[in-house]
């Protein structure tokens, strides 16, 4: 393809004709070869634009930068906004595409939901497919990209090989960095939904207004013309304020929850295993066995019921399917149960309010104490961590600070933040040494939470050249713990 018809294509103007072939996209200059595009973007770490020489050197025939970056010896393809500029010329290039692709924001429970809508699609008798936390996954496997929202050059790639493999559908999980960072664009999303807004990332983002702006992004710009918003109606100010958005926008608007417009929430019934759950769709009154516990893992069902209905599917078909969902791997996944008999669950809450929702799904199973394992995340958002360790005192029986990837921090430090919050909290920061301590201590009518790794399989540490990631899996370490 000639980058001059790319250029076209995507509405941007070139300084010169582009009469010549581009053979790829790169934001990397170590992973530019000859005939690539080049993105140079002023990043969080370095300066891209340091690496255009480099960029050049190795073959780059034309570099996306801001006009103020200085590129010789290739098209500089000036853009006051070069992540989105270059995202737009990539998406022309990668093609084919899935046809039908939606995506999800949101605090907590993105990966649940595309997931689940993957599930659902699939029940549907589609060939789907999903990216987000847990990788690229499709019915045969899951490959990770290391990232949640994977840089536009990975994510169009990968989108471009899975409707190679004649996938059809894909959900795909869009972080508040992927969306500011334009990691994920240029293709038609005809659906994308809000899940909710709690404290998160406050490193990145300046406050909760500069967050919730970037997830907002994907209602105002992401989506496609005249597609749709599926919204959690339950989360106060800030659903409506997503749906307001919506509307502003000219979207249709699919509204979800016990204050949803399209999937009522009329009530649910906690069970053994899973859940009941009474809803009104389109004036009539149905019951949907969910096999999965928790108010949190039925509102991101439901969300999911809603992508997979605003994508064409049969309601009838769709809330059938929700009966046999699989459980997502690391979200209340059951890992163990110990000598005594106490259930032992693993979960991916690492915000306060994940926290809040996984302890609170616990809570009706729970006849004796529920015993909470938790840390957080080094060289990430400090002030959730107080917050995580005041939720976990307050609705917890018994609660253990430990390290959950410490990253370039000193653990120690990060767990005294946390039991500022938590004076009443346990520390033991060996994670291995604690989660052994929580199963051994579980008598039969308790329920042991080992929250903040869920899916996870390595404890990082250390940062840059230094970083370490140790092999561990909260499961395998319950299941041993518990003599398993
Ligand atoms: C803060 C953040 O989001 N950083 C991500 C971002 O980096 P950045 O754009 O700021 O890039 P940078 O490292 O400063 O480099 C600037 C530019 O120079 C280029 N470069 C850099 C070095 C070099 O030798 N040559 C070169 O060309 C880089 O490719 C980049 O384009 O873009 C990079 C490429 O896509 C990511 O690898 C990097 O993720 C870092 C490692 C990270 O830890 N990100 C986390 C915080 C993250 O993104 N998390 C979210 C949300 C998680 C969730 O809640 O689910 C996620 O989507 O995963
Ligand atoms: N709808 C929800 N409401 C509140 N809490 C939730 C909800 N969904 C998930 N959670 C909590 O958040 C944790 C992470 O869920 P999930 O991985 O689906 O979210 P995510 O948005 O993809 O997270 P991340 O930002 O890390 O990618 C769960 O293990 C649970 O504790
Ligand atoms: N995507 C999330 C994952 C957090 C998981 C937790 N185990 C941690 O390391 O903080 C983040 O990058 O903030
Ligand atoms: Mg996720």
Known sequence: MKLGAIAQAAGIALPSGGEFPVTGFAIDNRKVAQGCVFGAFQGTAVNGEDFIPAAVQAGAVAVVARPEARVDGAVHIADANPRRAFARLAARFFTPVPETVVAVTGTNGKTSCVEMTRQIWRMCGHRAASIGTLGVTTSDESVSTGLTTPDIVTFLANMTGLAREGVTHVAYEASSHGLSQFRNEGLRVKAGAFTNLSRDHLDYHKDMEDYFAAKMRLLSEVVEDGGTAVVWADDGEWSARASEQ??????????????????????????????????????????????????????????????AIATGEEPVRVFDALSRLQPVRGRLERAAINRAGAPVYVDYAHTPDALEAAIAALRPHVAGRLIVVFGAGGDRDAGKRPEMGRVTTEQADIAIVTDDNPRGEDPAEIRRQ????????????????????????????????????????????????????LPFDDVTVAREAAGQ
């Open 246 to 307: 919506a509307l502003v926008r000219g979207l249709s608007l699919f509204t979800v929850g016990e204050k949803g417009d399209q999937i009522r929430l009329l009530a649910r019934q906690p069970g053994q295993l899973g859940q009941v759950l009474e809803i009104e769709f389109e004036g009539t009154a149905r019951k949907i066995n969910l096999p999965l516990i928790g108010a949190y893992q039925a509102a991101n069902a439901l969300v999911s019921a809603g992508l």
């Open 418 to 469: 946390i039991l500022a919050g938590a004076p009443s909290a346990r520390e033991t920061g060996d994670r291995r040494a604690a989660i052994t301590a929580a199963v051994a201590e579980a008598g039969k009518d308790d329920i042991v939470l080992i929250a903040g790794k869920g899916h996870e399989q390595g404890q990082i540490i250390g940062r840059g050249a230094e970083c370490r990631v």
